[in-house]
């Protein structure tokens, strides 16, 4: 069974900085590409960020230059780190797992991050 457990949300300034973290079982990081989402209360999901298999990352324009994904092999876990945090950089964060063959994706629960003074 597949799980992925996200943490590490919370509130925090303008401009201030958090590093969520999506520690994941039943399956390993590395086989497979580990995005991030994030959902605003009213607006559809939306993908921040994604790390390929191969490590190359690729980020949403919005979170470019601030936000960087990582993955650790051994913890089996991927990382968010967001730095320069905007009010708009408010919503739930999830972590999502996919595969092609066959296709699947498996999600997180999901991590508040509020930006706010």
């Known amino acids: 069974q597949v799980q992925l457990v996200e943490s590490g949300g919370g509130l925090v300034q303008p401009g201030g900085f958090l590093r969520l973290s999506c520690a994941a079982s039943g399956i390993t990081v590395s086989s497979r590409t580990m995005a991030w989402h994030r959902q605003a209360p009213g607006k559809q999901r939306e993908l921040v960020g994604l790390?390929?298999?191969?490590?190359?990352?690729t980020y949403d324009d919005s979170v470019k230059g601030r936000f960087t994904i990582s993955r650790d092999n051994p913890k089996n876990t991927v990382y968010l780190q967001m730095n320069s945090l905007k009010p708009e950089d408010t919503a739930v964060y999830f972590c999502?797992?996919?595969?092609?063959?066959?296709?699947?994706?498996?999600w997180g629960q999901g991590t508040q991050v509020t930006v706010s003074s």
């Open positions: 999502k797992a996919s595969q092609l063959f066959p296709p699947r994706d498996d």
């Open positions: 790390i390929t298999r191969g490590g190359t990352t």
